[in-house]
Nanobody, 125 residues
Framework: QVQLVESGGGSVQAGGSLRLSCAVS????????IGWFRQAPGKEREGVAS???????AYADSVKGRFTISTDNTKNTLYLQMNSLKPEDTAMYYC???????????????????WGQGTQVTVSA
């Protein structure tokens, strides 16, 4: 059973920073690609950042230069460092992973088979 557990969400003023974490727990699971998605009320889920096992990152244009995706040395914890936050970054943020191998990362939600429950990020003006 693969479990993805997000943490680190909260409320922050515009211009502030937050760091999200996603703990990947499964004794035999090895992800091929992993990423962060977000969904605001009334909007579709969108890819924010993802990482392939080869280490290549991908970012949505809206977060390039502000967000950074990374993992710890064990690759069992995924991070999303979010700087210069804007009110439009307000959303539920989800961690997602898949065991298939991709050379390049993907921001397509349907490519991912495993999802966390989400952590709320609220940015006030």
């Amino acid at each position: 059973q693969v479990q993805l557990v997000e943490s680190g969400g909260g409320s922050v003023q515009a211009g502030g920073s937050l760091r999200l974490s996603c703990a990947v727990s499964a004794s035999t699971f090895s992800w091929g690609y992993i990423g962060w998605f977000r969904q605001a009320p009334g909007k579709e889920r969108e890819g924010v950042a993802s990482l392939s096992r080869g280490g290549w990152p991908a970012y949505a244009d809206s977060v390039k230069g502000r967000f950074t995706i990374s993992t710890d040395n064990t690759k069992n914890t995924l991070y999303l460092q979010m700087n210069s936050l804007k009110p439009e970054d307000t959303a539920m943020y989800y961690c997602a992973a898949d065991s298939r191998w991709k050379l390049l990362p993907t921001l397509v939600a349907s490519d991912f088979n495993y999802w966390g429950q989400g952590t709320q990020v609220t940015v006030s003006a």
